[in-house]
């Protein structure tokens, strides 16, 4: 993994996106992360893409020192009046991302943005296109972002793969179902638990299609230890031990609307449960708190446990929305990189307006769960199904029925419930924060 993350990292420019942008007058440059001169203003572009205040210089320190690893591309106007800071930014990175069954080394997107005084000259599109085709070039056979507007990037190729569930719960109502859990949870300090949650994280990623190694950085924003941090004294952090002494979950939340008393709201910043009796007890612990009556989270499976230990389903109210997008670059990579329930053979036509996926692939699964991937032209005797390259995305980690996506007339398949078979998984993918 480390190999194609730095051929991608020092690989040049996509020449198409340089010439493109020339034309209209403007340079795209990669921001030397080792060099404040340049990733300050890189910085400085993102906050006002994003709507966030002015960075001050402590913001700027940190975020050099933990986004090293990031390829920062900016596009620059040199006849704009801070020709210094630029008008879009991009960045990209490495990460693994879990399949069901497997692993798959991903591109993964962040900082998009473009100014306003900039929109509608294709500049997302000539950087997106650029950077996937960098992407593909290095040998990622997947890209993947969080996205803060749903509707731009299915223009790209990228489909919702992993929905998020928002939970509302009145505590008052909802009661415990199950048994008491075993075990003690205990608080700790935010750097005791920013000190354990890397490997506890590692426990966990790889049983949740769709979750991905913790970018850098993220860990110091989650827990407040990094000096930039706001608000980092509201924060609470509580662990779970077994009956062994293991510590086999985290719990980051936080405590508003105090001035009411007894009405006061939970927040959820992030649970981490290695097992079962990690996750009842944690869940158990902030369901009983005193002067509490909502607790709050989000970045929740579609699928959770905790609807089913709950006494009162009716005190929690779930939204679910779209989070984690996925771009197949490589078909056969990217299917062959996860496994599959059972032995099979399908026809896959897709198509891809970009040009990165298109083509007509032969799927042969195994009962050991491995599969082939070819391309061809030749006759198959198995059932097709034809999609574009979103829909292919879409059900990459099985959280979306192609049965479904075939009856919403996004795909057409000669026996969709067979294809749906072949692609369902017993887990819901989930991404636990964004990035």
Same mark, same amino acid.
């Given at each position: ?17 340089v ?92 900082s ?83 000190a ?20 850098g ?26 009956p ?20 006061? !709201?939970?927040? /959820? $910043?992030?649970?981490? =449960? +290695?097992t #079962? @009796?990690?996750? %009842? ?5 902030? *369901? &009983? ?55 099979e ?24 769960? !491995?599969?082939? /991937? $070819?391309?061809?032209? =030749? +006759?198959? #005797? @198995?059932?097709? %199904?034809?999609?574009?390259?979103v829909? *292919? &995305? ?17 795909l ?24």
């Amino acid at each position: 993994m480390s190999d194609i993350n730095s051929t991608f990292y020092d690989s040049d420019l996509d020449a198409e996106l340089v010439a493109v942008l020339r034309t209209q007058g403007l340079e795209v440059r990669k921001a030397d992360s080792g060099d404040r001169a340049q990733t300050d203003p890189w910085l400085d572009a993102v906050a006002r893409g994003f709507l966030d205040s002015e960075r001050n210089d402590t913001h700027r320190q940190g975020f050099f020192e933990r986004t090293a690893y990031r390829r920062k591309l900016g596009v620059y106007d040199a006849a704009g009046a801070q020709p210094e800071i630029p008008i879009a930014t991009f960045a990209t990175w490495g990460a693994e991302l879990t399949l069901p069954g497997g692993v798959v080394p991903s591109c993964a997107i962040s900082s998009v943005t473009v100014a306003p005084t900039h929109r509608r000259r294709g500049l997302l599109r000539s950087l997106m296109v650029g950077e996937l085709r960098a992407a593909a070039a290095a040998g990622f056979p997947v890209a993947m972002l969080t996205a803060s507007e749903a509707g731009i990037y299915g223009r790209f190729g990228f489909g919702p793969a992993a929905a998020a569930a928002k939970w509302r719960i009145d505590v008052r109502r909802a009661g415990w179902r199950v048994s008491e859990p075993v075990g003690r949870v205990d608080f700790i300090s935010r750097e005791e638990g920013r000190a354990l949650a890397p490997d506890l994280h590692e426990r966990v990623r790889f049983a949740s299609p769709g979750e991905i190694d913790m970018p850098g950085g993220h860990w110091d924003r989650t827990f407040g230890t990094r000096p930039d941090a706001q608000k980092a004294e509201e924060l609470r952090v509580a662990q779970y031990r077994s009956p062994e002494g293991a510590v086999d979950g985290l719990v980051v939340y936080r405590v508003t609307d105090t001035e009411s008393f007894g009405g006061a !709201t939970v927040r /959820v $910043v992030m649970l981490l =449960a +290695a097992t #079962d @009796a990690a996750y %009842a007890a944690l869940w158990r612990f902030l *369901l &009983s708190m005193d002067l509490v009556a909502t607790v709050e989270a989000s970045e929740l499976s579609v699928d959770e446990p905790l609807w089913w230990m709950i006494a009162d389903q009716r005190a929690a109210k779930i939204t679910v929305g779209d989070h984690q997008y996925l771009r197949i670059l490589d078909v056969p990579a990217a299917l062959s990189a996860r496994s599959y329930d059972l032995a099979e053979t399908v026809v896959l036509e897709i198509e891809d307006d970009l040009g990165f996926a298109g083509g007509r692939f032969v799927l042969t699964t195994r009962a050991d769960g !491995t599969a082939d /991937v $070819v391309a061809t032209d =030749a +006759a198959a #005797d @198995a059932p097709v %199904a034809r999609m574009t390259v979103v829909e *292919l &995305s879409t059900i990459l980690l099985g959280g979306v029925s192609p049965a479904t996506l075939a009856k919403a007339g996004r795909l057409q398949a000669d026996d969709p419930a067979r294809l749906t078979r072949l692609f369902a998984t017993p887990v819901a993918p989930r991404l636990s924060f964004w990035y």
